[in-house]
């Protein structure tokens, strides 16, 4: 049995478990348009993490009471499934996939323009399929691509990752161990055009010279993430001719 108090998080030349440097990303790739069912849609592989966000809407509000005559709401659903992580996760709602649904559609909120649609609905559904830390920001990282996916104005894409520490060191992007054992963990989304934090949760303890060093790491690292995104829209809708004549631009 591995005992988790003897596992070293970083090696004694600096990288961690799986061999990334303490700022490093894992690898991500997003993929925009995967669904025909819904009006907009993304998939990511962030590390061993699989995700896919559906978008339906605008669309009615159900239930009716919930409707706003100023704007639109934004509803969103986070779902585990069963078989995402090393244990069966019981199946239905629970308190963290609630609190993830809610600081998802408020973050969501600050660049969807619900303004345009009043009495609306825009329906968020983020399925987990693999699940190896970092759910919230990948699943939020998702979700804004599959929003401007469906057509739904917007002012910018939501890039998000997490901020750590692991054996007293400033880690980005924190894996599976390093959330079990690692001394915090730090959420944060951010909208590039603005500069505004959308989503900012803490756990664990860092000092103040460490939070404001974690919060520029992650920022720094999400507008990285934000020209993943771009490109996988850029992919989806660059039509097919344009994207053959730049390919045999490069290799001339
Ligand atoms: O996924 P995220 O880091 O945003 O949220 P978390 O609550 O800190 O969970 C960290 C990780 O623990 C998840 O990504 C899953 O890999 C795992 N987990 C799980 O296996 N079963 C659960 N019921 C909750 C979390």
Redesign the pocket.
């Known amino acids: 049995m591995i005992c988790l108090t003897e596992i070293k998080l970083i090696d004694d030349d600096g990288l961690r478990l799986d061999g990334r440097k303490p700022d490093e990303l894992r690898p991500i790739k997003i993929e925009a348009g995967v669904l025909d069912n819904a009006d907009g849609s993304a998939y990511v592989e962030w590390g061993n993490n699989k995700i896919i966000a559906a978008v339906y809407g605008p669309r009615e509000v159900q239930p009716k009471y919930l409707q706003d005559t100023a704007k639109a709401i934004v509803q969103v659903s986070y779902n585990?499934a069963a078989f995402a992580?090393?244990d069966r996760?019981r199946p239905g709602p629970n308190r963290?996939a609630t609190e993830i649904s809610k600081i998802t559609a408020e973050a969501l909120e600050r660049v969807i323009l619900t303004g345009q649609y009043p009495r609306s609905s825009i329906d968020v559904y983020i399925e987990v399929l693999e699940?190896?830390?970092?759910?919230?920001?990948a699943g939020l990282t998702a979700a804004s691509v599959a929003v401007a996916d469906a057509g739904i104005p917007m002012i910018d894409l939501v890039p998000s990752v997490?901020a750590g520490k692991a054996d007293g060191q400033l880690v980005l992007d924190v894996g599976?161990l390093e959330?079990n054992k690692g001394q915090a963990?730090l959420?944060l989304a951010y909208v590039p055009r603005t500069g505004e934090i959308v989503l900012l949760q803490m756990d664990g303890h860092f000092t103040r010279k460490e939070l404001e060093m974690a919060m520029k790491m992650a920022i720094d690292a999400c507008k990285e993430i934000h020209v993943i995104q771009q490109d996988a829209l850029k992919r989806k809708y660059t039509p097919q001719s344009s994207v053959n004549t730049n390919e045999q631009e490069a290799e001339q």
Request: proline residues 6%; charged residues 40%; glycine residues 12%.
């Open positions: 585990m992580g090393d996760i963290r699940a190896d830390a970092g759910t919230r920001c997490a599976k959330d963990d959420p």
